[in-house]
C-alpha cells in the first residue's frame, strides 16, 4: 500500500511540476481570473507546503516550519523557483514514504488533522485526494489565465510506473 500512494505522489508532484512549466510566463502564474479564487502559484505553494509539512515534517521528521498564510499571500515566484520547490516536497514525501513501515498505516497520524484523528493510512489517502483536487484547480487557472487549452496530462495510469518530477 504504501508503494502505491507514493506512487500516487510521484504522479501528481510531476503533473504539478508539469503544470508549473505549462504557464508560458512567470507573470502568468500569478494572473487574476474571475470565479478563481485562488492563483495558480498560490495553489503550487499550498501544495508544497502542505506535503512538507503533513508528510516532510509530520511522518518524515525533516524540520520543515510551514507559513500557510504566505502560501496565499505571496506573489513573485519564479516558474523555475516552484519547480525547485516542488522538487524539495518531493524528495521530502519520497524519503518520509520509503521508511514508513507498512504496519504504522493503521496507527493514528502524529497530529490532530480538522479536529480528528485519522489513521496514518486514511491521513496519506486524504493528502493524495487533496494534492489532485488542487491540480485540477490549477489546471482550470492556466487555461483560463493563458487561453492555452493544452492538457498536462494530469491523472494517467500510464504516469503511476514513470520516474517522478525531473527536479528529483
Known sequence: MIRDIAALFRRDLATLEREIAAYPDDASLWREVPGQPILGGNLALHLIGNLRHFIGAELGQRGFVRDRPLEFAQR?????????????????????????????????????????????????????????????????????????????????????????????
Open 76 to 168: 513573485d515566484l519564479s516558474r523555475e523557483a516552484l519547480i525547485h520547490q516542488v522538487g524539495l516536497a518531493a524528495r521530502e514525501v519520497e524519503a518520509a514514504l520509503a521508511s514508513l513501515e507498512p504496519t504504522r498505516l493503521d496507527e493514528p497520524y502524529p497530529i490532530e488533522l480538522a479536529g480528528t484523528h485519522p489513521s496514518i493510512g486514511a491521513a496519506l489517502l486524504h493528502l493524495c485526494t487533496h494534492l489532485t483536487f488542487h491540480l485540477g484547480q490549477m489546471d482550470y487557472h492556466r487555461r483560463a489565465a493563458t487561453g492555452d487549452n493544452a492538457s498536462v496530462a494530469p491523472v494517467s495510469l500510464t504516469h503511476l510506473a514513470q520516474p517522478g518530477p525531473s527536479s528529483l
